[in-house]
């Protein structure tokens, strides 16, 4: 197996409660990689587990993990866990894993889950609606869509997510975090191919000739992946298309590297809102 065979690869560093006797990774522990790299495959296919799993009337059961060992991974190795579901059966899907120390492949590994009756451990037919998201993804097809337009329309999914994540988990206070400016926002909102809303954010007229983009909110459990970047992507595309010249945000400084990577400027210092701290940044259009 080569790196280029998988769509998803997880990034992991090697720690030092990781290394044997030999000063080489337990091999045990290989397992809790590919594992860590399967809640990240969940992640790119845009699925929260278990609430997709509750939604399916069953859950994934391991049946059997084959590893064969080829080379080892040392203390502080960076190494990079590619995942993709080969085949399926009736109620099964195979799973190919491999983890890379750069281009080499140290292990390789073929795990069988069973789709299952959680209350029964009995095995059921693997959902289609499941292999259809999956097989499109290792085609290269997209899995989440955003929907751009007004809190008429998106307000009850999208003030779902901030409740979520601003007032239950960031515990900002609710009085602060709805406003009169809801009702006039552009508001965008991720979805996956369940229909369940992942991310959401709005954008309004800062002045004229700048957009101001604001309530960016990802569920904690999508963290990590893109959902985040097309919500920010979507935004920024209907400013452009708007005539906006600019576009301002105010980030919270746990996420300001992400936007660093969508292209934006810190503006300023540093200051507070709603105890929390934040800088401005902005993007030319």
């Known amino acids: ?49 278990a609430e997709t799993m509750k939604g399916l009337g069953g859950d994934l059961y391991v049946r059997r993990a084959t590893l064969d060992y080829r080379g080892s991974a040392r203390y502080d190795d960076r190494l990079d866990v590619g995942i993709r579901c080969r085949e399926f059966g009736g109620s099964s899907m195979m799973v190919d894993g491999a983890v890379f120390h750069g281009d080499q492949m140290l292990v390789q590994a073929e795990t069988i889950y069973v789709f299952a009756d959680p ?28 929907a751009v337009g007004p809190w008429s329309e998106l307000g ?11 007032i239950e988990e960031q515990h900002i206070p609710a009085d602060m975090e709805w406003d009169a400016a809801d009702a006039s926002c552009l508001h965008a909102l991720a979805r996956n191919r369940f229909g369940m809303p992942l991310a959401t954010g709005r954008m309004l007229e800062h002045v004229p000739g700048v957009a101001k983009i604001g309530r960016m909110a990802v569920r904690r459990s999508m963290r990590g992946g893109q959902i985040g970047r097309q919500v920010l992507d979507a935004l920024m595309a209907e400013a452009r298309r708007q005539g906006y010249r600019e576009v301002l945000l105010h980030a919270q400084l746990s996420a300001e ?29």
């Open 119 to 146: 209350d029964t451990q009995s095995p059921v037919r693997l959902p289609d609606a499941l292999r259809r998201v999956i097989l499109d993804f290792e085609a290269g097809q997209p899995v989440v869509d955003v």
């Open 257 to 285: 590297n992400f936007y660093l990577r969508a292209g934006f400027q810190r503006r300023g210092e540093p200051f507070e809102e709603a105890g929390i701290g934040h800088v401005e940044m902005v993007r030319a259009l």
């Open 156 to 166: 009850e999914a999208a003030g779902a997510i901030r409740r979520e994540v601003f």
């Open 1 to 49: 197996m080569k790196r280029t065979d998988f769509r998803h690869l997880e990034p992991l560093r090697v720690r030092w409660a990781e290394i044997d006797a030999q000063g080489i990774v337990f091999n045990g522990h290989y397992l809790t990689y590919l594992d860590t790299a399967i809640s990240g495959y969940w992640r790119a296919l845009a699925l929260p587990y």
